[in-house]
């Protein structure tokens, strides 16, 4: 019964137009960027000062860099603990009384948090912020189970039902473009571009949110295109026909 109420959901089929992939992508950078603010937003309201970043690594500034083992912790788990949320924020619009849009816009959310990057780092490869911040405190194998057993706790669920919430033959295929695929794009466009372009100090100077120039344009940019297309995140999956039942039986000729 536990289970059946773990997988209800509206059957849907996503629909693949440029306008839908438009506002998923930004919504992808849009909540990685918002990852990384949390990690430096934490860090700047205990520290009291804006430690250095890129894209994807931060640092608390130097008045908390050494001695202060728990602000790290708690600026490390941040991020993630972020990104969680905002997927079973997904997982409760995919509930099973939600109307379509809103299921949508659920399935949106648990793919655009990009839960293969913390499954692949923290369980596969024992990286990720999970384990790195449980590694201050205790030993590294035991850091590896436990942050990797968070990690799954954290994004399996969400991830069973975006997949119970799909239909139609391409259901496989449409699963795994949208679980695989958000991972080396953002890699691509985030740590091999951006911050090659970062590093060579084009619009390096800090500002905004305690962020280099070219991360706060950057961030702008994506924030434009997701506000002036986050309406088609809400038509990305729409509804599935029901299975048709067996034909009924034709009336008996009585003549």
């Known amino acids: 019964?536990?289970?059946?109420?773990?997988?209800?959901?509206?059957?849907?089929?996503?629909?693949?137009?440029?306008?839908?992939?438009?506002?998923?992508?930004?919504?992808?950078?849009?909540?990685?960027?918002?990852?990384?603010?949390?990690?430096?937003?934490?860090?700047?309201l205990l520290c009291g000062c804006w430690g250095p970043r890129d894209f994807n690594v931060w640092s608390l500034c130097s008045t908390c860099a050494t001695g202060h083992p728990y602000t790290n912790l708690a600026a490390t788990l941040a991020g993630p603990a972020f990104t969680f949320a905002v997927g079973w924020v997904g997982y409760g619009l995919l509930g099973p009384r939600q109307p379509a849009a809103r299921q949508s816009l659920g399935f949106a959310l648990v793919m655009a948090t990009v839960p293969f990057a913390r499954?692949?780092?923290?369980?596969?490869?024992?990286?990720?912020?999970?384990?790195?911040?449980?590694?201050?405190?205790?030993?590294?194998?035991?850091?590896?189970?436990?942050?990797?057993?968070?990690?799954?706790?954290?994004?399996?669920?969400?991830?069973?039902?975006?997949?119970?919430?799909?239909?139609?033959?391409?259901?496989?295929?449409?699963?795994?473009?949208?679980?695989?695929?958000?991972?080396?794009?953002?890699?691509?466009?985030?740590?091999?571009?951006?911050?090659?372009?970062?590093?060579?100090?084009?619009?390096?100077?800090?500002?905004?949110?305690?962020?280099?120039?070219?991360?706060?344009?950057?961030?702008?940019?994506?924030g434009a295109v997701l506000a002036l297309s986050y309406r088609h995140l809400f038509a990305l999956g729409q509804p599935a026909a029901a299975p048709a039942g067996p034909a009924a039986p034709a009336p008996a000729a009585y003549f």
């Open 119 to 222: 499954i692949l780092g923290a369980v596969f490869m024992g990286g990720n912020d999970e384990v790195y911040a449980l590694s201050k405190f205790l030993p590294y194998s035991t850091a590896w189970a436990l942050g990797g057993a968070l990690v799954v706790l954290a994004t399996v669920p969400p991830l069973v039902r975006a997949w119970a919430a799909l239909r139609g033959q391409a259901r496989p295929w449409v699963f795994l473009a949208f679980f695989l695929l958000p991972f080396p794009i953002a890699a691509a466009v985030l740590l091999g571009a951006l911050n090659s372009l970062l590093a060579t100090g084009f619009m390096a100077t800090y500002g905004i949110l305690g962020s280099p120039l070219l991360i706060t344009c950057w961030t702008a940019a994506v």
């Open 1 to 44: 019964m536990l289970l059946a109420v773990f997988l209800s959901v509206f059957t849907m089929k996503i629909t693949l137009t440029w306008p839908g992939l438009l506002a998923f992508g930004a919504l992808v950078f849009g909540l990685a960027e918002a990852h990384e603010l949390v990690h430096t937003g934490l860090g700047r």
